[in-house]
């Protein structure tokens, strides 16, 4: 029997094997320019990368919340959750739920783009692109360039790699990819090995991801402190899934820099005031990563 993740990537392959014929990957690049979002942002975003040294807005907003001694809030909008199934309508208003985390100090929005185990769509990925200026992170499960482009093309600053379901050089090749297009990569992982490889091949921000996406009713919060000391110095470390709180948040390694929440905020009455007291938690400076020489 297959686990939950292969069944995803299975159902992701079919749907690009059709997105494909349905828009080709040159239609996707001769309409990139003509993106008013990507006219109208990459031009300032290269400016910011001048300015900050980071190669893209998704990683500059990481790491000026940690410059400014805070935690930086990504806050993720979906409809369903895999493991506790619908969390808000079809009929969801995503932006006004963007809206509202960006009210509460978001960092920046995460939101779902796979449809059929998560509800998501490019069209939730343009509603949000409208209302807001925050980065945005398309999350879905990616195996192919292909997907990226989608993503750039509906105005995502980042994408959602995952170090499981990827080999090294697909992760190297996804990543070369997104920054030709000025995007971040999130490369996660919640297996100790993945998150080792993730490290290796050099990505900005990894993500250690405490629900198993193989089977999505286990959660281990511990997965951080376990793993946040492979992170290299230059890394910028996403603590994602299991916090439900700002005590949760600040039990967390001082080592992180920044919480990817959904569920939490998709299940709160007020997720303006819970974004708020998330990004008011304090980091101190970095702790240097100590490697231990035999």
């Known amino acids: 029997m297959t686990d939950f993740l292969e069944q995803v990537v299975a159902r992701r392959r079919e749907y690009v094997t059709q997105a494909k014929r349905a828009r080709p990957v040159e239609q996707l690049l001769a309409d990139l320019p003509h993106n008013a979002w990507t006219r109208t942002h990459i031009p300032s975003i290269r400016g910011r990368v001048a ?4 190669a893209n807005a998704f990683d500059h907003a990481i790491r000026v919340a940690r410059q400014r001694g805070k935690l930086a809030v990504i806050a993720e909008v979906k409809r369903v959750s895999p493991a506790l199934g619908r969390l808000a309508a079809a009929s969801l208003d995503v932006a006004g739920q963007a809206l509202q985390y960006t009210a509460g100090g978001a960092a920046a929005i995460s939101v779902l783009v796979e449809p059929v185990f998560w509800g998501g769509s490019l069209d939730d990925l343009r509603r949000i692109r409208e209302a807001t200026l925050l980065p945005i992170l398309a999350k879905d499960v990616v195996i192919d360039e292909y997907q990226i482009l989608e993503a750039r093309a509906a105005g995502a600053d980042a994408v959602l790699l995952i170090a499981e379901i990827l080999t090294d050089e697909q992760i190297r090749r996804f990543r070369r990819a997104a920054s030709e297009l000025s995007m971040g990569t999130l490369v996660e992982a919640h297996e100790a090995v993945a998150f080792g ?55 967390l390694p001082a080592r992180v820099d920044a919480v990817l929440v959904g569920t939490a905020l ?9 974004v708020s007291e998330l990004a008011a938690i304090p ?3 970095r702790p240097s990563v100590v490697v231990l020489r035999r």
Not at 51 to 54: L, N
Request: proline fraction near 3%.
């Open 51 to 54: 300015m900050g040294g980071v």
């Open 197 to 251: 490889r993730a490290v290796e091949c050099g990505a900005l921000t990894v993500g250690v991801n405490a629900r198993n996406l193989r089977n999505p009713q286990e959660i281990d919060i511990g997965r951080v402190r376990q793993l946040h000391t492979f992170a290299k110095d230059g890394q910028l470390l996403v603590a994602e899934s299991g916090i439900s709180s700002a005590d949760d948040a600040r039990l």
């Open 266 to 274: 998709m299940r709160e009455l007020d997720s303006t005031r819970l």
């Open 283 to 285: 980091r101190g400076p």
